[in-house]
């Protein structure tokens, strides 16, 4: 199985992007799916997360009201809606699976989020 990250760019502070994370390969299941974002010289910090089966959703405090994780499970992809961008959510965005447990052990390439302020 592998986990394709898509849909980064760059946009204007206060524009939105969403991004794409698709699993391939064989049957996928996963206990949960999320994101990760790192910035230049930063470490790999949580963003959002949503529990596979329920829908249960969990958010950094840094992007709470602004960006929405959703799944489409016959697609076998998630989704990061991020409106109101802020030049510090400038980072590269992982989509990563916790297929066992809550435990990260699936990830994909990152993709490039630059806010321009």
């Known amino acids: 199985v592998q986990l394709q990250a898509s849909g980064g760019g760059l946009v204007q502070a206060g524009g939105s992007l969403r991004l794409s994370c698709a699993a391939s390969?064989?049957?996928?299941?996963?206990?949960?799916m999320g994101w990760f974002r790192q910035a230049p010289g930063k470490e790999r910090e949580f963003v959002a997360a949503?529990?596979?089966?329920?829908?249960?959703?969990y958010y950094a405090d840094s992007v709470k009201g602004r960006f929405t994780i959703s799944r489409d499970n016959a697609k076998n992809t998630e989704y990061l809606q991020m409106n109101s961008l802020k030049p510090e959510d400038t980072a590269v965005y992982y989509c990563?699976?916790?297929?066992?447990?809550?435990?990260?052990?699936?990830w994909g390439q990152g993709t490039l989020v630059t806010v321009s302020s």
């Open positions: 990563a699976a916790a297929q066992y447990g809550l435990n990260y052990d699936l």
């Open positions: 949503i529990t596979w089966n329920t829908g249960s959703t």
């Open positions: 390969g064989r049957t996928f299941t996963t206990y949960r």
